[in-house]
């Protein structure tokens, strides 16, 4: 599947605790965006990165954090996890900077807090 | 700043029925709209876009800047039209730092039999 792809697809821990969300944009996509979809807000917008650089940030928690490396995958890192961070995350991808505004969503991480 | 508002969480038709599901935006620049669909088990996906100005599997929406408006219409529901439909706007510069995608809550489609 030359898709977005996100690891892992489900993941329980516990308040406090850190954990690191993967993406891996489809091929030949540079940007890499990061959403956050709780029940109550909908899909967030966190952040977008383009060939390795941050390109625009939203509602991003000081606690969460990313970046894209030189192979183009991301990776979101969550700290200091609260209750209120259980949501689905989803990376989604695009050619360029998303001018068509078509972006290429994975299936997910559902993310569990305890 | 930026806002895309879906008044309707839920709605619920018959196949055959006309189906309107609302969109309104708040931005102070010029606006590009999109409507993104979940079907279910499968990825969120572009369905169409204002500036194309398209028919995709029978839906089309029009871009109200007076009513600030982009609403999702398609005469006769289908059963295979059941799924989560978003509306996002595009905001900022191109290119520029703030270029970004701001997507409304969602509202679910259901077409009844």
């Known amino acids: 599947d030359s898709g977005v792809t996100q690891t892992p697809k489900h993941l329980i821990t516990a308040t406090g605790q850190r954990v690191t969300l993967r993406c891996s944009p489809r091929s030949g996509d540079l940007s890499v965006y990061w959403y956050q979809q709780s029940l109550d807000q909908g899909l967030q917008f966190l952040i977008h990165y383009y060939n390795g650089e941050e390109r625009a940030k939203g509602n991003i928690l000081e606690r969460f954090s990313a970046q894209q490396f030189p192979d183009l995958h991301s990776e979101l890192n969550l700290s200091s996890l609260e209750l209120g961070d259980s949501a689905l995350y989803f990376c989604?991808?695009?050619?360029?900077?998303?001018?068509?505004?078509?972006?290429?969503f994975g299936e997910g991480s559902r993310l569990t807090v305890l | 700043a930026q806002r895309v508002t879906q008044p309707e969480k839920l709605l619920s038709v018959f196949k055959g029925a006309p189906v309107e599901l609302k969109c309104n935006y708040s931005y102070s620049g010029s606006p590009e709209l999109f409507w993104y669909v979940q079907y279910s088990r499968q990825r969120l996906q572009l369905l169409l876009r204002?500036?194309s100005r398209e028919s995709i599997k029978g839906f089309t929406a029009d871009l109200n800047k007076g009513e600030t408006s982009f609403h999702l219409k398609k005469p006769f529901a289908q059963e295979e039209d059941s799924a989560m439909y978003y509306c996002a706007l595009r905001s900022g510069v191109r290119g520029g730092s703030n270029y970004k995608l701001t997507f409304g809550k969602g509202t679910l489609l259901t077409v009844n039999p």
């Open positions: 989604a991808s695009s050619v360029g900077t998303a001018i068509t505004g078509e972006l290429f």
């Open positions: 204002h500036i």
